[in-house]
């Protein structure tokens, strides 16, 4: 009787030994269900204020911004005093703007978020692993991915090898032991 509660209590010891080394792998679950951490759920919003003359507010664009969207960046500019109206709200500020018309120039895709959820999605349904990774919840997020996956190490080479430098460029793993 002794050496069945000994079997018994080594089998539970070997299992909460090994529920240890479980670890919370549900940001790189390509199905994750949840809605986000908490801390997305509520954003500081400027007080209301009544304009003097409604006539002269912004008609309403889906998209767009709010009088009492949080400005961090203008926020903070006004903190060290700096001028925060140089920030366009919801813009492109006027020194970036050579800059955006270069990146648009081919044209610009208004839904591109929305059409980029739905090419994922069907993406991620044709690779979601195979049928006992998905039974045991295994992590298939890099192996859905890896096609698509940039080697940064042999990118490097191959632009050094061209002659260009590149300052801030970590060193290669094996260099760096």
Known sequence: MQA??????????????????GGDQSLMNL??????????GTLPTKPLEMPQDLAALPAPTLGGTNLTDP??????????????????RGGVPAADGQLARYA??????????ETLAVEDAE???????????????????????KSESLDQHAE????????????????????RY
Do not use: M
């Open 123 to 145: 993406y991620r349904y044709k690779h979601r692993g195979k049928p006992l990774e998905r039974l045991f919840n295994l992590n298939v997020y890099y192996q859905a991915y």
């Open 71 to 88: 400005t961090p960046n203008a926020d903070a500019i006004a903190a060290l005093g700096g001028r925060p109206e140089v920030v366009t």
């Open 104 to 113: 648009g120039r081919y044209g610009v895709q208004p839904d591109i978020r």
């Open 156 to 175: 490097l080479q191959r632009w050094r090898a061209r002659g260009t430098r590149n300052e801030s460029a970590p060193p290669d793993p094996e260099e």
């Open 4 to 21: 069945s509660g000994r079997a018994w209590a080594i089998a539970l010891g070997a299992v909460l030994l090994l529920s240890g080394c």
């Open 31 to 40: 199905r994750s269900d949840s809605a986000g951490p908490d801390e997305f």
